[in-house]
């Protein structure tokens, strides 16, 4: 059974601050997603990483993965309150489920807030 | 470009009733993957339709069950609803050909079972 999982799971963190949330999982993939939600709204896409050594970035994050080890994280540079909201990784589990099908397991998520 | 669209948005209903929620994928996409998110919780894949058939499923029972039509929207269909199915439903389309891109995920159904 695919495992995804995330930390911290809370964050409080000051403007201006760096910090670097990480999400591993427990079997082979090469797709890794980030999404952001926030509070009573949909998942909306950040990155898509497809290959070890990927990194990708828009704006004050970052994401990179880590096949070898699993792992996969999402540096926040210089934090706004703007990006106060709920982070998910999520892995493909492309074949697990029994059909090909590209389901995809979220970790928990990590509730950030900035504060000003 | 429509993005994901979803019905309705919010929908009460009593324990062993059944309920349909439904889906419109993303112009262009054709595969559908339906989604539970209980509160505070990540989502939970239910299963994928591709080409109208049930392309994967996740740990769901049964009485889960759901379609795709011709024009690759969808339904989630719920019989014998139970309180722990309150939930927020997503629905998110892809294009089955390019697995480079990432699944977008609809505003959500909030269901509530009293």
């Known amino acids: 059974e695919l495992k995804v999982e995330q930390n911290p799971l809370f964050l409080s963190m000051q403007e201006g601050k760096n910090y670097t949330i990480y999400c591993n999982y427990s079997?082979?993939?090469?797709?890794l997603y980030w999404y952001r939600q926030d509070p009573g709204k949909s998942l909306e896409s950040l990155f898509v990483?497809?290959?070890?050594?990927a990194v990708k970035q828009e704006g004050r994050l970052m994401a990179s993965l880590d096949t070898k080890a699993r792992l996969s994280t999402l540096h926040i540079t210089a934090a706004v309150h703007d990006l106060s909201a709920t982070y998910f990784c999520?892995?493909?589990?492309?074949?697990?489920?029994?059909?090909?099908?590209?389901?995809?397991?979220f970790g928990k998520g990590t509730h950030l807030i900035i504060q000003p | 470009e429509t993005g994901v669209t979803q019905s309705p948005t919010h929908l009460i209903k009593t324990r062993g009733q059944q309920v349909t929620l439904r889906c419109s994928s993303q112009?262009?996409?054709?595969?559908v993957s339906w989604y539970q998110q209980a509160l505070g919780q990540g989502p939970q894949f239910i299963f994928q339709y591709y080409r109208e058939e049930e392309n994967g499923r996740g740990n769901f029972p049964p009485r889960f069950s759901g379609l795709q039509f011709p024009n690759y929207s969808s339904e989630l269909n719920v019989n014998a609803l139970e309180l722990d199915d309150s939930a927020l439903y997503l629905c998110?389309?892809?294009?089955?050909?390019?697995?480079?891109?990432?699944?977008?995920f609809g505003p959500g159904t909030r269901l509530l079972v009293l």
């Open positions: 079997t082979t993939s090469d797709r």
């Open positions: 112009s262009g996409h054709n595969t």
């Open positions: 999520a892995v493909d589990q492309l074949g697990l489920s029994g059909g090909g099908a590209d389901g995809l397991t």
């Open positions: 998110a389309s892809s294009l089955r050909t390019r697995p480079q891109e990432t699944q977008y």
């Open positions: 990483l497809l290959s070890n050594g």
